[in-house]
């Protein structure tokens, strides 16, 4: 399975609500990436988790916390976000940390905060 | 400053016609440069990495290339089916994307 897959595909939210990211990977890869893109840009690095411990945070705002509970699955846990925080959410794993040559996206999340 | 700038911004070409797609940047310790391929509405898939200058990687009709202060990567005899925005992607003390080249591919 060569597949990294993510839920939900689409999430619509307001402004006071919290909600949840998940990705999934099951291909025994130790290393697991966030990442924002929005419209016509290119994807923003937010968070690596390798061997489900947090090593980078690229100064992303408190209202997004990343979980990775083991080492297949990642949430990005959501609260108080605002409008431009708008953008499809990607994940990616790789095999090695940091191995951005190797990683596997999945799908993403297209989040609208209303 | 670390800065990646990629060119055309977007580019038409019909089958068979080949061109080349441009990534100019400025990094400091430059530790990788990685070209992706990214259709609407699904994550990026990765194509090359290149380290240093001089270095080339081939698959099917890509062409990656390097030098030190930018990237090639080139399209020969391209396909409909290579109708994609290709984003190149530096790592020196970070990892960023240039804004991409949406390529069209016309029968």
């Known amino acids: 399975d060569t597949e990294v897959t993510q839920t939900p595909k689409h999430l619509v939210m307001g402004m006071t609500n919290k909600k949840s990211l998940k990705c999934e990977q099951h291909?025994?890869?130790?290393?697991m990436y966030w990442y924002k893109q929005k419209a016509k840009k290119p994807p923003e690095l937010m968070f690596v988790?390798?061997?489900?411990?947090?090593?980078i945070n690229e100064s992303v705002p408190s209202r997004f916390s990343p979980e990775c509970p083991n080492s297949s699955l990642l949430n990005l846990h959501l609260h108080a976000l605002q409008p431009e925080d708008s953008a499809l959410y990607l994940c990616?794993?790789?095999?090695?940390?940091?191995?951005?040559?190797?990683?596997?996206f999945g799908p993403g999340t297209r989040l609208t905060v209303l | 400053e670390d800065q990646v700038t990629q060119s055309p911004e977007a580019l038409r070409l019909q089958e068979g016609e080949s061109s080349s797609l441009n990534c100019s940047y400025t990094v400091s310790g430059l530790r990788g440069l990685f070209w992706y391929r990214q259709d609407p509405g699904k994550g990026p898939e990765f194509l090359f990495t290149?380290?240093?200058a001089g270095e080339e990687k081939e698959k099917e009709r890509l062409k990656a290339t390097l030098t030190k202060k930018e990237s090639f990567l080139h399209i020969t005899a391209p396909k409909p089916e290579d109708s994609a925005t290709y984003l190149c992607a530096v790592l020196g003390g970070k990892l960023i994307f240039g804004q991409g080249t949406e390529l069209s591919v016309k029968p």
């Open positions: 990616a794993s790789s095999s090695r940390d940091r191995a951005y040559n190797e990683q596997f």
């Open positions: 988790y390798s061997y489900e411990k947090l090593s």
């Open positions: 290149l380290y240093s």
């Open positions: 291909m025994g890869h130790r290393a």
